[in-house]
Structures are given as C-alpha cells and as structure tokens.
C-alpha cells in the first residue's frame, strides 16, 4: 500500500505528502526526494521546498508538463522509500540557560515536576534532527524534545523574542535568527548567529544536520558573544 500521495496547490504547485507524524525517517524521505528533483531539474520547475513529511513542487505551468511532473514525482516517491543519508553537518551550540536570557525556563520545569537544573539537563541531552528550515530566514525546527519538557506555546506571542534565543514549542526546539515577535517558551539564548548574510552560505543549518545544545555560564556567553559581533 502506497505511503505517500501527490495532492495539486492550485495550479502550479504539487505537494508529495507522507506519513502525517514528525519522524526522522519521514522526513529522510521527503529530503530525499527534494534532493534528488533538485539534482534532476525538470523544464518549468521553479522551486522545491521540502518540510517535515512533505515536499512541495513549484512549476510555471505553461512551460511544464503537468503528467510528465506528476509521473516524475510518483517514480521518485516510490523510489526512495527509505530516504536517503545525505551528508549531514553536527553541530554543538552553546547556551546561556534561564534568567533574562531563558526567561520560560522555570514554567518549563515547574510543568515537567523538575527543577530548573534537571529541565536544562533533559534539553541539552539530547542530539535533535534538523527537520526543516522555515518561518524566518535561518530558523530551524529541531525535534524531537524528550516529552517532560514539551510545552505548548504561550497562548499570546511575545512582541519581541531577541536574536539567539532558545525556544520550545511541544516536541520542537529551535533558534531565533532575528528579532521578531514569537509563542515558544523561552529557556535560553546563544551567541551563534544562524542566519548571516555575510557567511558563504547564510543559513548555519540545513535540513537533516544535527544540534546538541551546550550549556554555558553567563560570562562564557558574553565572551562568545563578542568573540561572533567581531
């Protein structure tokens, strides 16, 4: 039985969707897919954007032939049915934890019947799967959290989450690379810039890589944080 189907978004976009689940293995397979289209470009295709379990086909639909596309990406889909590793990058992230710089970090724990200690101990313990990079420029969604420190986002966005920091939103993790206005739960921040535009590459992640965090005392955060500003 097939595990995939190619739904239409309007009229030039096709949507290769899996297994509705945030799972490595889905998304493995929908980054493969995306790699492989990207690798075999086809006439009309204008981008290709995978997500979590799906991947998205952008097309000018006067230049592009809409079966032709749609057998590709059926061939694909079947193809690749385990995904494919890639050459993921790791990543090691420092993080100053709670006070002004986490100021969610202690809601966190007081809902995971923890102390705020043991919260950041759970956090940084694991190895999270890049799944996707969306929302801002640089911004990518982390996962899974161990699920004692899951937490739903605030039911009313801050007007301004400062760049760097460490957020928490149900079994996601993730980087702010801007300032902007935001709902996860704040536990800490970071002095790595994930998106510089003056960077080779300005997206410091990409899709499947890994990220451990790393806790850091306040001074060794400001430290670093002079250390990226020069």
């Known amino acids: 039985m097939s595990t995939f189907r190619i739904v239409p978004a309007g009229d030039s976009a096709l949507i290769v969707e899996f297994e509705d689940r945030i799972d490595a293995s889905v998304n493995a397979r929908a980054l493969a897919v995306a790699e492989q289209l990207r690798a075999q470009p086809s006439a009309g ?13 952008f097309f000018d639909p006067l ?12 061939d694909e889909a079947e193809r690749l049915e385990e995904g494919s590793p890639g050459q993921p990058t790791s ?49 990518a969604y982390m996962g899974l959290v161990d699920p004692r420190i899951a937490a739903p986002r605030h039911a009313m966005p801050r007007l301004r989450v400062a760049k760097g920091s460490v957020g928490i939103a149900g079994r996601q993790t993730g980087i702010y690379p801007a300032d902007t206005p935001g709902g996860w739960q704040l ?11 003056n960077r080779p ?14 806790p850091v005392d306040r001074d060794e955060y400001e430290r670093l944080l002079l250390s990226e500003a020069s």
């Open 45 to 57: 295709v204008r981008d290709v954007v995978p997500t979590y379990r799906s991947v998205a086909v």
């Open 63 to 74: 230049r592009t032939k809409y079966d032709g596309l749609l057998e590709l990406l059926e």
């Open 91 to 139: 990543f090691r992230i420092p993080v100053c934890y709670g006070g002004e710089l986490g100021p969610d970090l202690e809601t966190v724990a007081r809902q995971a019947k923890m102390s705020p200690e043991q919260a950041v101990a759970v956090h940084s313990g694991e190895t999270y799967r890049v799944f996707m990079i969306g929302f801002l420029p640089g911004f």
């Open 187 to 197: 536990v800490g921040r970071t002095p790595v810039q994930p998106f510089d535009l």
């Open 201 to 214: 590459s300005p997206c410091l992640f990409q899709a499947g890589d890994s990220v451990q965090f790393v």
